[in-house]
């Protein structure tokens, strides 16, 4: 099993910034995708960036140029970096791992992280 550790969120006020973390720990061979999603309330869970094992970054067209996901991948580690907040940028926001063992795909989430952007 993969436990993955977010921290980073809270409140923040619009234009601001703020950075997510997100640390994985346990049975872990090698990770490839590290991806942050979000879900606002009411809506459903939403791809916000991700990161290949190669360090190819993608990002939903709301947060292009506004957030930055990058990895520390010796530490098994994600990061998120969300600046010009915005409200609607206000959800519980996911980290999300995957490994491939013997042919096989093992998918992590974390538990989730509140952000919360209002003045």
């Known amino acids: 099993q993969v436990h993955l550790e977010e921290s980073g969120g809270g409140l923040v006020q619009p234009g601001g910034s703020l950075r997510l973390s997100c640390a994985a720990s346990?049975?872990?061979?090698?990770?490839?995708?590290m991806a942050w999603y979000r879900q606002a309330p009411g809506k459903s869970r939403e791809l916000v960036a991700t990161i290949t094992m190669d360090d190819e970054p993608n990002y939903a067209n709301s947060v292009k140029g506004r957030f930055t996901i990058s990895r520390d991948t010796p530490e098994n580690t994600v990061y998120l970096q969300m600046s010009s907040l915005k409200p609607e940028d206000t959800a519980v926001y996911f980290c999300?791992?995957?490994?491939?063992?013997?042919?096989?795909?093992?998918?992590?989430w974390g538990q989730g992280t509140q952000v919360t952007v209002s003045s």
């Open positions: 346990g049975d872990i061979l090698t990770i490839n995708d």
């Open positions: 999300y791992v995957d490994q491939v063992f013997l042919d096989h795909k093992y998918s992590y």
